[in-house]
């Protein structure tokens, strides 16, 4: 079926590797994917999210939930819209910004049923109380490495840990090529950046390289993986 991302040619993985580990598919740091957006002369937009799960209590019996964050530009990178609400904003990605999250449309019809998304909605998560500012579309389901399955989303600011560390990578990256830029020129860019940051940040970056590749690469392999998988539980059952 098709895809829910915008012009989903133009959406790459800007991996980042590390020479002396020899990582070629490595996840960045929150210091480094800013540097990357500040640095880049090809990409339109560079989002990032990691893996995240919540205790969600206050809604019947508690519950674990699978969930990421994300900072503000992430979905607008994928070019995916909201269902209802909003997407993040860039004051979310702020420290001490109010806690939001986005839930899943399959989320929310189990826990609201048909009911339009009025603003005032909250969970709690992590004994934290969060208000629920938007709900992404049902066909919102693509296998992306690292947040598969996520059905929950709250700002990526809220890992205030990392949020600070260059040495921590966290982040799985996606970026949008601006129009007419090529694969070949956003591989070029990036080893440009990397070579920068080596030099600006020796401490933490030093053989630091990037890998760029087509997310559809990844999205195929990850629903050859999972068609893989249910082949498997068939045969098993037969």
């Known amino acids: 079926?098709?895809?829910?991302?915008?012009?989903?040619?133009?959406?790459?993985?800007?991996?980042?590797?590390?020479?002396?580990?020899?990582?070629?598919?490595?996840?960045?740091?929150?210091?480094?994917?800013?540097?990357?957006?500040?640095?880049?002369?090809?990409?339109?937009?560079?989002?990032?999210?990691?893996?995240?799960?919540?205790?969600?209590?206050?809604?019947?019996?508690?519950?674990?939930?699978?969930?990421?964050?994300?900072?503000?530009?992430?979905?607008?990178?994928?070019?995916?819209?909201?269902?209802?609400?909003?997407?993040?904003?860039?004051?979310?990605?702020?420290?001490?910004?109010?806690?939001?999250?986005?839930?899943t449309a399959g989320f929310w019809e189990r826990h609201f049923g048909d009911a339009r998304l009025e603003g005032t909605e909250t969970l709690i998560l992590n004994g934290e109380t969060y208000t629920i500012v938007g709900v992404l579309p049902p066909e919102f389901d693509v296998p992306l490495p690292y947040v598969t399955g996520a059905e929950l989303w709250t700002p990526a600011a809220r890992d205030f840990v990392s949020f600070e560390h260059r040495e921590w990578p966290r982040l799985f990256p996606v970026a949008r090529l601006r129009p007419g830029a090529t694969l070949a020129d956003a591989r070029a860019d990036m080893e440009r950046v990397a070579r920068e940051m080596e030099t600006d940040f020796p401490d933490t970056n030093t053989g630091h390289g990037s890998n760029v590749v087509p997310l559809m690469r990844q999205v195929a392999a990850g629903v050859s993986h999972q068609l893989m998988v249910f082949l498997g539980a068939v045969a098993l059952v037969l």
């Open 1 to 103: 079926k098709p895809l829910p991302l915008t012009e989903p040619h133009r959406l790459v993985i800007p991996w980042e590797t590390l020479r002396v580990r020899n990582i070629n598919e490595g996840l960045v740091s929150y210091p480094n994917l800013g540097e990357w957006a500040k640095r880049s002369r090809v990409f339109d937009a560079i989002g990032g999210a990691h893996a995240e799960s919540y205790a969600l209590t206050g809604q019947g019996l508690p519950e674990r939930v699978s969930g990421a964050r994300a900072n503000a530009a992430f979905f607008r990178t994928l070019g995916v819209r909201q269902a209802q609400g909003r997407l993040f904003v860039p004051d979310d990605d702020e420290r001490g910004a109010p806690d939001v999250v986005m839930v």
